[in-house]
């Protein structure tokens, strides 16, 4: 059994200070990459990194012997998912890293390298039971309802957690503690020097979410968006909420900063500056367009329609009401296409007789 802390190693945990140490040792920096080919091939591979983690991928591959550009693709995607300030790119990133991370501290045999890697993570290795506290913190993401404090057996202030229970909580922490320091505090020169990689990352966004929702299609938003819509056109001031779900709905379904400032635009007291400021802070900042409970809560749920009963989130509407309108679609072109076939063959069906 290996007892020491291997270069390779450090390709799997590439957030332990040893790994940035290595990068240091050969003279490795995060600025000024883009002006070597080395460099532009490690920002190459880095936006890849980006793009595999918006596939939904858990595993990003790496290569086989170059621990140097495993570690430095690593901290690059972190620049390039923080300098595209999208909030779902982040959160993939940071899934797909967490549960690469995972897997090899799963399968790990090295003692040292696990002791090491939970140093870092602020983890613990439980025995079968946690403190109160310390549980309360670790299953506070996690959504299912067997993790609450209420359904847990708790005995002498500590909490019983089977080994299976305590590989969740280990996933969930390495994913919480990989997303709390992101985005990162991009400076205004990198950010420059990067962004043909970061604007490559925005390009795959629109285009998943292209494949995600098609074509926006505004006549499918659901009823809260149009109103939503048509008061910011009026002029109306809206509330936090109204405008947070507005600007999180348009993004959602594949517009950008601009085109999403632009229907802020349609309004007559339109101010550039101060709507670039919100809509940019709302989409680096937030991403989901709330639920319809929580649209609700807030007074924006508006106008429902029958549509709006069968549904729990607008996105679903919207999902929803487009299928419906490309199927009319094609049952109307399927009509009038049978109808001028008939016209076609009986040019005298219609005329008067003589
Ligand atoms: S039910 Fe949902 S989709 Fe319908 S208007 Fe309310 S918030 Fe919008």
Known sequence: MRTSVEKRDLAHYPFLPEAQGLLASRGIKVAGLSGSKIGCSYLDRAAERVITALDGKTVYPESEDDVVSDIITYVLARVLASASKDKRTMDRLCRMEASRVYAYFHAEENELLKKRVCEELGLELGDGALPVIRYVELASRVRDAKWRLINRDVENGFVSVSSDEMDVLIAERIRAILSSGLPL???????????????????AVQERTLVEFGAIDESAY???????????????????????????????????????????????????????????????????????????????????????????????????????????????????????????ENPDAGSPGP
Not at 185 to 203: C, G, H, R, V
Not at 295 to 309: A, F
């Open 185 to 203: 505090d991009i400076p205004e020169s990198i950010a420059k020097e990067y962004l043909p990689w970061s604007d490559k990352i925005l390009s």
């Open 222 to 344: 659901p009823p809260c968006i149009q109103a939503l819509i048509s008061a910011a056109a009026a002029g109306v001031n809206l509330t936090h909420s109204g405008r947070f779900s507005m600007t999180a709905f348009l993004h959602n379904v594949g517009m950008n900063a601009e085109q999403v400032a632009g229907i802020f635009a349609r309004s007559p007291d339109y101010n550039p500056d101060m709507t670039n400021y919100q809509v940019d802070h709302i989409l680096t900042n937030e991403y989901t367009t709330p639920s319809c409970a929580t649209m609700l809560t807030h007074g924006v749920c508006v106008n429902k329609d029958r549509l709006c009963e069968s549904v729990s989130h607008p996105l679903n509407y919207y999902r929803s009401k487009k299928k419906m309108l490309e199927k009319m679609r094609i049952k109307d072109e399927a009509l009038a296409k049978k109808a001028e076939t008939s016209a076609e």
